[in-house]
């Protein structure tokens, strides 16, 4: 069985572009989370979405954003970058919200640097 | 405030020896707590999930254990292994994806 899928593993970008990030999660999973990592705040969560409707969301500005599509696939864009952006994003899977004791399956994640 | 706290933020140990890494929380409301590993550049491996009623939990070499009275966790590693060199993460859910807390992590180095 496919693990979660990231896509793309690193990217370079300039301040004030835009960049947009896939996730494609373990076949039958409809939960679809994100996450921000960096040295100094560690793992963040930004938004979770199930069945193509964002079901939760954490602190960040509206610059920071995504959707699911039919298929469970999900995108997150991040618009206007700022240096403060660069991080490791990870996108994780599951079957069920984690209230639960359900499994969060995380991708390798999307390096993104921001210049 | 919801905080996780782990300790120590860095440890290196020989090849076969043991270690604990600390994990104290100020979650609530209190629904699981989660540990995770996660190697350098990749993304976090769950390793232990525990409910409130649990003590105890075990992953091979990994032993994870939850007092919730005292609001401590601790993962106990055995006959260390040049692989577990990772990060270790705790995370505890107080309730949904935005209440999930993460810890800042452990970082392990295991020397030959």
């Known amino acids: 069985k496919a693990g979660v899928t990231q896509t793309p593993r690193y990217l370079i970008k300039t301040r004030g572009q835009q960049v947009t990030l896939s996730c494609s999660p373990i076949?039958?999973?409809?939960?679809v989370s994100w996450y921000q990592q960096t040295p100094g705040q560690g793992l963040q969560f930004l938004f979770e979405?199930?069945?193509?409707?964002?079901?939760n969301k954490g602190n960040f500005p509206g610059r920071f954003s995504g959707r699911q599509f039919s298929n469970s696939r999900s995108e997150m864009n991040v618009s206007t970058l700022e240096l403060g952006d660069s991080a490791l994003y990870l996108c994780?899977?599951?079957?069920?919200?984690?209230?639960?004791?359900?499994?969060?399956?995380f991708g390798e994640g999307s390096r993104l640097t921001v210049l | 405030k919801n905080q996780v706290e782990q300790s120590p933020q860095s440890l290196i140990i020989l090849e076969g020896k043991n270690c604990t890494l600390q994990?104290?929380?100020?979650?609530?409301?209190?629904?699981?707590l989660r540990w995770y590993k996660q190697d350098t550049g990749r993304g976090p491996v769950s390793l232990t999930i525990?409910?409130?009623?649990?003590n105890t939990k075990s992953n091979g070499r990994y032993t994870a254990t939850l007092d919730a009275d005292t609001k401590q966790s601790s993962l106990h590693i055995t006959a260390s292994q040049l692989s577990d060199s990772a990060s270790y993460i705790c995370?505890?859910?107080?309730?949904?994806?935005?209440?999930?807390?993460f810890g800042a992590g452990t970082r392990l180095a295991v020397h030959p």
């Open positions: 994990c104290n929380y100020t979650v609530s409301p209190f629904s699981n």
């Open positions: 994780a899977s599951s079957t069920q919200d984690p209230t639960n004791t359900g499994e969060l399956f």
């Open positions: 995370v505890v859910s107080a309730g949904g994806y935005n209440k999930l807390i």
């Open positions: 979405y199930f069945s193509e409707t964002q079901r």
């Open positions: 076949s039958g999973h409809r939960s």
């Open positions: 525990m409910t409130f009623s649990e």
